[in-house]
């Protein structure tokens, strides 16, 4: 019975050798991987790591680099802010040291961010000379220097102007002890352009405005505005009667109530005025009777009368010296020829005048504004040059009594 059931044991059933068969043949192969392959997948996997070890330095160093500055610019405006308004408010001038050391601290600390600190401050001081240089074009730099050289012409061109005024000399004689140039311009009231050109003259002078014209009223007006000095250029009559003075005048058939309401008439119109004196008038002033109640009126207002002396036989000083008057009287007429010769040759003589007595009255007209200011602004620089000086009627010393 034993021996059986080992012989049962030993049996293999045919099975279990089919199971053996199945399981063999479900075996994967060995893959096989060769030692250069194998080498070659190391040396990529450590170049890849290396390459992400740069990547990831670099953006650190960036990181860093602008968290830096931001608190660098911090610490050093907040000062400049202050100091700043500090001078706006204070005004002191003592607060402005405070601004360049903080500005020098600013320019240090971004200079030593950089590895070379002399090249940095080379730049900073290249930065401050002129950018315009850099940056324009050949062309506009041109243009520039074209339009520097047209403004320096325009405004050596006035200069070069008065330089040879001074140099083509007129020959006047030096002033003796700083002798009084008044010049009087007479007419006026007709022409408000022909006095505009006389009031913009580079000197003090009186002028004389006619009655009862279109302009008196605002040829006064702009006369005073001017600073300058006014009177009423009172018209009488002329010796020659077919000669007109003009509306107000005074005329030799008048009585005394008739002159002096006339006068009023004629002085409330232009008026205040700081003098009188006459327009044509040769028959007037050679009327003793008449000028007495002129020179009454104009004494008794405290207006000066000046004498234009269109008559030598002229009875103003006689009138005058009886009633302890002080007058003045012209001397020289500039313009009854209107040329510049003869303006010329007249102030000469004026000069002479001037120099012998220390002053000199010369009356010119406002209808010679065509060539007369001009030529007394050319005139002017030497005459001042030569020690002349300038004044107006009523505070010359031309009195005459």
């Given at each position: 019975?034993?021996?059986?059931?080992?012989?049962?044991?030993?049996?293999?059933?045919?099975?279990?050798?089919?199971?053996?068969?199945?399981?063999?043949?479900?075996?994967?192969?060995?893959?096989?991987?060769?030692?250069?392959?194998?080498?070659?997948?190391?040396?990529?996997?450590?170049?890849?790591?290396?390459?992400?070890?740069?990547?990831?330095?670099?953006?650190?160093?960036?990181?860093?680099?602008?968290?830096?500055?931001?608190?660098?610019?911090?610490?050093?405006?907040?000062?400049?802010?202050?100091?700043?308004?500090?001078?706006?408010?204070?005004?002191?001038?003592?607060?402005?040291?405070?601004?360049?050391?903080t500005?020098?601290?600013?320019?240090?600390?971004?200079?030593?961010?950089?590895?070379?600190?002399?090249?940095?401050?080379?730049?900073?001081?290249?930065?401050?000379?002129?950018?315009?240089?850099?940056?324009?074009?050949?062309?506009t730099?041109?243009?520039?220097?074209?339009?520097?050289?047209?403004?320096e012409?325009k405004?050596?061109?006035?200069?070069?102007?008065?330089?040879?005024?001074?140099?083509?000399?007129?020959?006047?004689?030096?002033?003796?002890?700083?002798?009084?140039?008044?010049?009087?311009?007479?007419?006026?009231?007709?022409?408000?352009?022909?006095?505009?050109?006389?009031?913009?003259?580079?000197?003090?002078?009186?002028?004389?405005?006619?009655?009862?014209?279109?302009?008196?009223?605002?040829?006064?007006?702009?006369?005073?505005?001017?600073?300058?000095?006014?009177?009423?250029?009172?018209p009488?009559?002329?010796?020659?009667?077919?000669?007109?003075?003009?509306?107000?005048?005074?005329?030799?058939?008048?009585?005394?109530d008739?002159?002096?309401?006339?006068?009023?008439?004629?002085?409330?119109?232009?008026?205040?005025?700081?003098?009188?004196?006459?327009?044509?008038?040769?028959?007037?002033?050679?009327?003793?009777?008449?000028?007495?109640?002129?020179?009454?009126?104009?004494?008794?207002?405290?207006?000066?009368?000046?004498?234009?002396?269109?008559?030598?036989?002229?009875?103003?000083?006689?009138?005058?010296?009886?009633?302890?008057?002080t007058?003045?009287?012209?001397?020289?007429?500039?313009?009854?020829?209107?040329?510049?010769?003869?303006?010329?040759?007249?102030?000469?003589?004026?000069?002479?005048?001037?120099?012998?007595?220390?002053?000199?009255?010369?009356?010119?007209?406002?209808?010679?504004?065509?060539?007369l200011?001009?030529?007394?602004?050319?005139?002017?620089?030497?005459?001042?040059?030569?020690?002349?000086?300038?004044?107006?009627?009523?505070?010359?010393?031309?009195?005459?009594?």
């Amino acid at each position: 019975m034993a021996s059986k059931k080992t012989t049962s044991k030993r049996k293999s059933s045919p099975n279990s050798t089919k199971r053996k068969n199945y399981s063999n043949k479900n075996r994967k192969p060995k893959v096989y991987v060769s030692p250069y392959k194998a080498l070659v997948l190391c040396f990529a996997v450590i170049l890849f790591c290396l390459c992400l070890l740069l990547i990831v330095s670099k953006v650190d160093k960036t990181t860093t680099n602008s968290s830096k500055l931001p608190s660098i610019s911090e610490r050093f405006e907040e000062p400049k802010v202050t100091v700043k308004t500090e001078k706006v408010d204070k005004v002191e001038p003592v607060k402005v040291e405070p601004v360049k050391e903080t500005e020098t601290k600013v320019q240090e600390v971004k200079i030593d961010k950089v590895e070379n600190k002399t090249e940095k401050t080379e730049k900073v001081v290249r930065k401050e000379e002129p950018v315009i240089k850099q940056t324009t074009s050949p062309a506009t730099q041109e243009k520039t220097a074209e339009t520097t050289k047209k403004q320096e012409t325009k405004t050596t061109t006035p200069q070069t102007t008065t330089t040879q005024t001074v140099k083509a000399s007129y020959n006047f004689p030096q002033a003796v002890n700083h002798a009084q140039l008044i010049f009087v311009f007479d007419d006026g009231g007709q022409n408000l352009n022909h006095l505009d050109a006389f009031l913009n003259l580079p000197f003090p002078i009186t002028v004389a405005v006619l009655p009862r014209l279109a302009y008196s009223r605002e040829s006064a007006k702009k006369i005073r505005a001017s600073g300058n000095e006014l009177m009423l250029h009172q018209p009488m009559q002329a010796i020659n009667k077919s000669v007109n003075p003009g509306p107000g005048a005074i005329t030799p058939e008048m009585d005394e109530d008739q002159i002096i309401a006339t006068l009023f008439t004629n002085i409330n119109e232009i008026g205040p005025v700081a003098g009188i004196n006459n327009h044509e008038g040769s028959a007037i002033t050679a009327d003793a009777e008449k000028m007495e109640i002129v020179l009454k009126v104009a004494s008794e207002n405290g207006i000066f009368f000046l004498d234009s002396r269109t008559n030598v036989e002229t009875k103003v000083p006689y009138v005058a010296g009886e009633m302890g008057y002080t007058y003045y009287e012209r001397n020289i007429f500039l313009d009854n020829t209107k040329t510049k010769e003869n303006a010329l040759a007249e102030l000469k003589k004026g000069l002479t005048i001037a120099n012998k007595n220390g002053s000199v009255i010369m009356i010119g007209h406002v209808w010679s504004a065509d060539f007369l200011p001009a030529f007394l602004k050319e005139i002017y620089p030497e005459l001042k040059e030569k020690g002349y000086t300038f004044s107006v009627v009523s505070k010359s010393n031309a009195q005459k009594s």
